[in-house]
């Protein structure tokens, strides 16, 4: 059975900085587009960031460019997310996922807030 | 990043038909159409269809996808309370480089 695992939620203080770990089992993971997709309270889906196969292209949404990195370890079938500059906009529960093959995992929840 | 657009709500009675539409441009949804996810609040999102409009193993049948030009839609039959959820579409942008979403439709079953 295929599992996405995130970790690495929790409060921070504006300005302050946060790594977002994903951990996947049972698929290919090294062959595949991974991405990180936030969805603040009561909002819906907004994709942040993706990585290509072998992470040699990444791609950002604009309110996030220079203050995230999204980078991933195939050896360890893992994804990650370090997020630096964190604003209160920036709260959210963040999903590791593969979009387009449909595996989402449970979310981490990321409070930016003094 | 310019969205995909859903109509906010839609409601019908139980056992009627209800019909979803996610509209793009020939950049993300005519390029290699949408996927389909349902999330229930508090869950996190469910793919319902691929780009290709074809339903991963263990969706309903009563859910089929499909997409005419820039537009996609996904069409549920049979209507359960169940299927009250919240429903968005995504696709890749090629010219963003770029996931867009859709705002999300949010389906209620009376």
């Known amino acids: 059975e295929v599992q996405v695992v995130e970790s690495g939620g929790g409060l921070v203080q504006p300005g302050g900085s946060l790594r977002l770990s994903c951990a996947a089992s049972?698929?290919?993971?090294?062959?595949?587009?991974m991405s990180w997709v936030r969805q603040a309270p009561g909002k819906g889906l907004e994709w942040v960031a993706s990585?290509?196969?072998?992470?040699?292209?990444?791609y950002y949404v604009d309110s996030v460019k220079g203050r995230f990195t999204i980078s991933r370890d195939n050896a360890k079938s893992s994804l990650y997310l370090q997020m630096s500059s964190l604003r209160a906009e920036d709260t959210a529960v963040y999903y590791c996922?593969?979009?387009?093959?449909?595996?989402w995992g449970q979310g981490t929840l990321v409070t930016v807030s003094s | 990043q310019a969205g995909l657009t859903q109509p906010p709500s839609v409601s019908k009675d139980l056992g009627q038909t209800a019909t979803l539409t996610c509209t793009g441009n020939?950049?993300?949804?005519?390029?290699?159409?949408a996927v389909w996810l349902q999330q229930h609040r508090g869950h996190p999102p469910k793919l319902l269809s691929y780009?290709?409009?074809n339903r991963p193993s263990g969706i309903s049948e009563r859910l089929s996808a499909s997409r005419s030009g820039n537009i996609a839609s996904l069409t549920i039959i049979g209507l359960q309370p169940e299927d009250e959820a919240d429903y968005y579409c995504?696709?890749?942008?090629?010219?963003?480089?770029?996931?867009?979403f859709g705002g999300g439709t949010k389906l209620t079953v009376l």
């Open positions: 049972a698929f290919s993971f090294s062959n595949f587009w």
């Open positions: 020939s950049n993300n949804v005519g390029y290699q159409g």
């Open positions: 995504s696709a890749w942008d090629r010219i963003l480089t770029s996931w867009v």
């Open positions: 996922a593969s979009i387009h093959m449909g595996y």
């Open positions: 990585i290509k196969e072998d992470g040699s292209d990444k």
């Open positions: 780009r290709n409009s």
